[in-house]
């Protein structure tokens, strides 16, 4: 690494630092949403070292790379910081195959993003519930959809405050601090997985290529987000609702409100 760039990540790394400080600070309790990607990775060992109070979670999704698998486990033991994963809701998930199929996902936009829903939103809901902000490790270069995010902005859709401490670092900040500190990472980005998600739903890129062109690559880029930071990418999650995304959302408020009837009964 050039001193240059190395000036420049420590710059960075103070930033997210003061960030994740500032969160914790003015939003107890806050989440970090953790993805298990490269950057999630480096905002792992930045919580590790320096904000300890930020509790940490994952979404399995039932269709994860066995690598990831293998992630979550190292990262459970490299550091002493819990990693609360959550699940999907298995009647909404048993509802959506019976309807679409195991892998009805290819099939449309709208399944697409109802399986998304399915399997990722409805559990984020659940794990961002009661907190006063959540981390992400999204970056403003990583896709067209993410050029408008801010550093810090009020989540309207799950009603909390959300921050983005790496937003302006790049791929090849990523990649320094890594090294650099020597974090755990998913081992397919050895093997040309730049950004990863389910299994059926990634693929390697060749060079040259966009790096969430792996990512649902047969849709538009203009689609590529499961709904999880749905604020800016609104309109494309939206344009899903009208079908089988809206059936998913109903049959989610019907179940939830059958479970709260049995808890109700039972308690
Ligand atoms: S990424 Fe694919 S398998 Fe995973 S939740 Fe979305 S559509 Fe379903």
Known sequence: MST?????????????????????????????????????MVLTDL???????????????????????????????QYTLPLQVYFPNNALV?????????????????NRKGCCFVRKVEPLR???????????????????TRGTLEVSSFDADNGLQKFNPLLE????????????????YNKLHDQFYP????????????PGEDIRAGR???EDPENKECGLHVGHARKA??????TSLQASRERIIEIAAQAGAQQEASA
């Open 126 to 144: 659940r794990a961002l519930a009661g907190n006063g902000a959540w981390i992400t490790g999204m970056r403003r270069d990583q896709a067209v």
């Open 237 to 242: 999650v939206q344009g899903a609702s009208s």
């Open 169 to 184: 670092w790049s791929h090849k900040d990523v990649w320094a601090y890594i090294r650099l500190y020597d974090v755990p």
């Open 216 to 218: 649902w690559w047969w």
């Open 94 to 110: 048993e509802e959506y195959v019976s309807r679409h199929g195991i892998n009805g996902f290819y099939d449309s936009v709208e």
């Open 195 to 206: 950004s990863l998600g389910c299994a059926p739903c990634t693929r390697s890129v060749t």
């Open 4 to 40: 240059d760039h190395s000036k420049e990540l420590d710059r960075k790394i103070a930033d997210a630092i003061a960030v994740l400080r500032r969160a914790a600070s003015e939003f107890a309790p806050v989440v970090f949403a953790n993805s298990l990607g490269a950057e999630d």
């Open 47 to 77: 919580i590790a070292r320096h904000q300890r109070d930020i509790r940490m979670f994952s979404l399995d999704t039932g269709r994860l790379p066995k690598e990831t698998y293998d992630l979550i486990q190292e990262v459970g033991q």
